[in-house]
């Protein structure tokens, strides 16, 4: 039986992620986690811990793993390009799954995108991102969003830098061939909803997805967990689990 830690036991993922491992067949609650509690005794019961909290606690997780031995499943976003880096050199070590998103719908997103964007060229098709969710969250875009628009740029050959557009106003002038552009919306109690859009002269496609519950998520996480018992160390992520590469 899997071990597992779940941290953030307090918050809204947390309480979720804590369901999804009582209900998972192949895992069991083993210990929790929560800002200002002993995170080296909880890790110490663990066979992997899961994190669904803030990108600011990933450094101390990180740490505390590395010493334990333990398997990580993170779920966090809005890191920056030094914490993404502490991750990455931390599964020289230890086998992590980094995702941006554990739902088997949005990484069949992920998938759709990436295919939909080596047929429905830029020389004809303009792309737009939009995503929407709850008023609480507090990076933009969401993780979700930025893994979209990294599958678009690897597929056209465009920048994340150079060629997203964040919203428009004022005289922006035509867009550009080379242009994507990316929509947050924030508000309510919004789970989650992503779509793509490929709109050219007479014709518009949209791939979309809607989460209604944050158990697609932790269920996800489960999931991942439980694949990730026996795996060499290494960064994974939830295209691995689902063997969608």
């Keep these: 039986m899997n071990q597992i830690l779940v941290t953030g ?3 809204r993922m947390g309480q979720a992620v804590i369901a999804a491992v009582n209900a998972n067949p ?10 200002g509690e002993d995170l080296t005794a909880a890790i110490a019961k663990a066979d992997t811990a899961i994190d669904f909290t803030i990108h600011s606690f990933t450094g101390e997780l990180l740490e505390a793993a590395k010493k334990a031995g333990t398997r990580l499943v993170i779920g966090t976003t809005g890191h920056s ?3 993404k880096h502490a991750i990455l050199e931390a599964s020289k070590s230890l086998p992590i799954v980094f995702a941006p998103n554990f739902s088997v719908g949005v990484n069949t997103l992920f998938w759709l995108t990436r295919h939909a964007a080596r047929i429905l060229t830029q020389d004809r098709f303009d792309i737009e991102v939009t995503e929407m969710h709850h008023r609480h969250k507090i990076d933009a875009p969401s993780g979700t969003a930025r893994r979209l628009l990294e599958i ?8 994340y830098e150079d060629d997203v557009k964040h919203g428009r106003v004022g005289l922006t002038g035509a867009r550009t061939q080379r242009e994507i552009g990316m929509h947050t919306l924030r508000g309510g109690d919004v789970v989650g909803d992503h779509t793509v859009m490929f709109a050219a002269d007479g014709e518009r496609v949209e791939l979309t ?5 944050r158990m697609t998520f932790a269920a996800g996480a489960a999931r991942a967990a439980v694949w990730l018992a026996g795996k060499p160390a290494g960064l994974y992520d939830m295209q691995d689990v689902l063997g969608l590469q």
């Design 209 to 213: 997805h809607k989460a209604s519950s």
């Design 26 to 35: 192949d895992t069991e609650l083993a210990s929790t986690h929560d800002a």
């Design 9 to 11: 036991k307090s918050g």
């Design 152 to 159: 678009l740029n690897e597929e056209t050959g465009t920048s």
């Design 81 to 83: 390009e030094e914490e």
